[in-house]
């Protein structure tokens, strides 16, 4: 024990849709096949939130309920509330505040981040800011996305990546050395603002007919670009904190990248030396679902982590942001 608080998940739970879009089912909608998307992304099904007047709130609501169950930790008792999302259920209020209402946490205050698919490490970043600084001792931390709700079904290069998730954590503090959040390398570059965005709905192109005849409230992404700036940015970032800490593949249990592409996750598994075994994969089932895609991993896999696992989290998302952080799983599958 050295008496320093590190921030520490003790519980994790999800929920994804039912509804199942299978390529074969996507090969209907649009021009596209099985095999197609498979070699160029990996994904093989993604799950859908298809009921409107739902949203994020509504998956992140039902992980945040599971998730007090699970832990046995009363609603009262949670003092803050953080959710990562690039599709909040409206502009304003926040959906943390919404998930509050939901799921009865009256005595905690919170926000929203928005960090695209990075939003898991800015956001846990965030939550651990609280955390050690003891502004916060029952922190829930919730990653959602609804990305159909903003995805062209007649785009061919964006449908087939994206499928809607939530998964709730509860963050504690811990005096327990080494374990929890022991470092992260975080970065911005706001050039991605060309490259990878949803050009209307906000305050510079307000919703207009003209905006929503023009598909510009759908995801738009140079693919060629952020490909480029993917691969090298989570790889080297992933390096970077490896050399750092004098961390060896071999120390390395586990690999937790974003499920964008299967050529992006390959890549930073090769170049940090990581056998494939060593590196967590879903996205055959899920998609990518943005911000929520590492923490669906963790809790999708969470009975083969053992305490003290070392787990190397890696993103990169719109912004650009994307960043690297070291962690270590504090307790054992139960």
């Known amino acids: 024990m050295n008496g320093k608080k590190r921030a520490v998940i003790t519980g994790i739970e999800g929920y994804v849709p039912d509804f199942i879009l299978d390529n074969e089912m996507l090969s209907k909608m649009v021009d596209t ?15 859908i939130l ?31 509330v953080l959710c990562a999302t690039v599709t909040p259920d409206m502009m304003f209020p926040a959906t943390a505040n919404i998930i509050c209402d939901k799921t009865g946490i009256m005595n905690a205050w919170g926000f ?4 695209g698919c990075s939003g898991f490490i800015f956001s846990f970043e965030t939550a651990a800011s609280f955390i050690e600084s003891g502004r916060s001792k ?7 996305e609804r990305m159909s709700a903003i995805t062209d079904y007649s785009d061919r290069t964006t449908c087939p990546l994206f499928g809607d998730a939530a998964v709730a954590m509860l963050i504690e503090p811990t005096e327990d050395d ?13 050039v991605g603002r060309h490259y990878l965005f949803q050009k209307s709905g906000g305050s510079m192109y307000p919703s207009s007919v003209e905006t929503v ?5 759908f995801v738009y992404q140079d693919g060629q670009t952020v490909f480029k700036y993917a691969v090298s940015r989570m ?31 390959e890549a930073t598994g090769k170049r940090m030396g990581l056998e494939k ?19 669906l991993v963790m809790w999708d896999f969470e009975k083969k982590f053992k305490k003290g696992d070392i787990l190397i989290f890696s993103a990169f998302g719109a912004g650009f942001t994307w960043g690297s952080m070291y962690y270590k799983w504090a307790y054992d599958p139960k």
């Open 178 to 190: 080494g374990m929890g959040l022991l470092d992260s390398i975080l970065h911005v570059d706001g």
């Open 213 to 217: 005849q023009n598909k510009e409230h």
């Open 138 to 144: 029952k922190m829930i931390l919730v990653t959602g």
């Open 112 to 115: 929203d981040i928005n960090a």
């Open 33 to 47: 096949t099985d095999e197609w998307i498979m070699t160029r992304i990996g994904v093989r099904e993604r799950r």
């Open 235 to 265: 790889a080297d970032v992933s390096v970077e904190l490896m050399e750092k800490h004098d961390i060896k593949a071999e120390d390395i249990a586990y690999l937790i990248p974003h499920q964008a592409n299967m050529r992006i996750i």
């Open 277 to 295: 075994e060593k590196i967590l994969i879903n996205i055959e089932r899920f998609g990518n679902t943005a911000g929520t895609s590492i923490p």
């Open 50 to 80: 298809k009921e409107d007047g739902l949203g994020t709130s509504y998956m992140g609501a039902i992980a945040v309920q599971r998730l007090l169950e699970k832990t046995g930790t009363k609603p009262e008792e949670v003092d803050m």
